[in-house]
């Protein structure tokens, strides 16, 4: 579980901005659901024979009443939920949009934390390919608005699971097929051969690795409708120019998904290379207790998105502070910190260096605050009612904007005018 420090922090706030824009703009609504949910819910909506339900899952019980509840480790399921506990498409299909923190016991390293955080879009009573390709479209235009150009975007790779029907005949073929390699399996994929044969596809195993690649494929299963439907996905996204692999080994860790899922992978990333799953899931909702109701959605793992952006050093963090306010000494302290409050009141964003440093030190965190000017207040200059206001950043250079003594009553409108001035050159820039 990791802290976010200010040196990160900015760059999370950024990020999570343009994300949410993206979302909003397509007309996806947020939806906020409590981070403990019973146990329950996880084991039979993700799969009691999956990774996260076997070992990853932070449970306890609730002594007042003995209930058995768990940290959310995935969010799919604790929305369908909400979708069925407030009746959410008694009105007609639904778009949401979410983000927060999920809970997984795994080993921690590189991109696989235990505390990590996920934003998501769940779609409710959509069955065609065209809201797998509008998500799709949607998270690439994500990569673009965080910076990524055509070379550095993550790579999708789609596959098609099919119908339970189909499945299970692929399941029973899949069974034979490691059978006949029993005594190469590792421990756990033995156990799962009987009870969930194909969570041994997504084995992390690379033991495994060329027995799962010559393994028989879902897509040598699929029923007329099936691949007519992702026919449908891939005429959309060649329709857009959404270029895009078919990965016939692709599974996902989940038993909720069929027909199309998804991953987005990025090189960069190392061994936990994919940033973004998902998938639909038709059969969910009626299994925890609603009607029958399509749905399709995925998750962006947050952490590693910021490990890529940061690597990629192309994502702007503009600092939000236009003045900066330092004194030189105890009088024109105490005078600053109601001066910046009246500063404030013109809407200005204000911070006041409250410390006892020198006015060195002062100007040096001055400089590093991104504000877009310093006001230094001396108790000489203050008795003729004045403060020297000087730019700090690059933009005001190139102005030639110079130090100026200011009335102090005149501050904020000198500050208004500049900042103005700033936008206006930009603009004229463009
Ligand atoms: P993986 O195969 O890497 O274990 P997963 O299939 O378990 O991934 P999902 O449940 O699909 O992952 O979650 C979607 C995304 O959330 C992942 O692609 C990843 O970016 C992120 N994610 C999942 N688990 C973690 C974790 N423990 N720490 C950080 N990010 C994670
Ligand atoms: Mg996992």
Redesign the pocket.
Do not use: H
């Given at each position: 579980m990791n802290d976010l420090l200010p040196s990160s922090s900015k760059l999370w706030s950024e990020t999570e901005k343009r994300v949410k824009a993206v979302f909003e703009g397509y007309g996806y609504d947020e939806i906020r659901t409590p981070i403990v949910e019973h146990t329950d819910l996880f084991a039979r909506g993700i799969g009691q024979v999956t990774?996260?339900v076997e070992k990853?899952m932070y449970s306890f019980v609730d002594h007042l009443n003995g209930d058995s509840l768990t940290l959310r480790?995935?969010n799919t399921a604790a929305i369908a939920r909400a979708v069925v506990e407030h009746n959410l498409i008694y009105s007609g299909p639904k778009k949401l949009w979410y983000y927060g923190p999920?809970f997984?016991h795994?080993r921690p390293q590189r991109?696989?934390?235990?505390q990590?955080?996920?934003f998501?879009i769940e779609a409710f009573g959509f069955d065609g390919p065209e809201i797998e390709a509008e998500q799709l479209f949607l998270i690439s235009r994500i990569w673009k608005v965080l910076g990524f150009d055509l070379l550095s975007m993550p790579r999708l790779e789609i596959n098609c699971l099919g119908s339970r029907q189909e499945r299970e005949s692929y399941k029973s073929n899949l069974v034979d097929y490691f059978s006949g390699y029993f005594n190469d399996l590792d421990s756990d994929s033995k156990r799962r051969l009987k009870s969930n044969p194909l969570r041994i596809l997504?084995s992390?195993n690379p033991n495994l690795g060329d027995m799962i690649m010559e393994s028989p494929k879902m897509s040598s299963f699929l029923g007329a409708n099936s691949k007519l439907h992702m026919d449908g996905l891939c005429e959309l996204l060649d329709d857009f120019g959404l270029s895009y692999k078919i990965n016939l080994n692709m599974v996902?860790?989940?038993d909720y998904y069929n027909l199309t899922v998804f991953?987005?992978k990025h090189d960069s990333l190392g061994s936990?290379?994919?940033?973004?799953?998902?998938g639909r899931y038709d059969g969910l909702v009626e299994m925890i207790g609603g009607k029958p109701t399509p749905a399709f959605g995925?998750?962006?793992?947050?952490?590693?998105?910021i490990d890529i952006i940061k690597q990629q050093d192309n994502l702007e963090t503009s600092s939000v502070l236009d003045l900066y306010v330092v004194h030189l000494g105890e009088k024109s302290k105490k005078k600053s910190i109601v001066f910046a409050e009246e500063i404030r009141n013109s809407g200005l964003q204000v911070k006041v260096d409250v410390s006892n440093s020198n006015i060195k030190t002062q100007m040096k965190r001055a400089g590093a605050s991104g504000a877009a000017f310093v006001a230094i207040f001396g108790d000489s200059e203050l008795e003729l009612g004045c403060v020297t206001v000087r730019p700090l950043s690059l933009d005001l250079n190139d102005n030639k904007l110079l130090q100026k003594s200011v009335p102090l009553e005149t501050v904020a409108e000198f500050l208004l005018d500049s900042v103005k001035n700033i936008e206006r050159n930009k603009c004229e820039k463009i």
């Open positions: 990774d996260i990853e480790p995935e999920m997984r795994e991109g696989r934390y235990r990590f955080n996920q998501g997504d992390k996902r860790g989940l991953e987005w936990q290379s994919t940033i973004c799953g998902g995925f998750a962006i793992g947050m952490e590693r998105l």
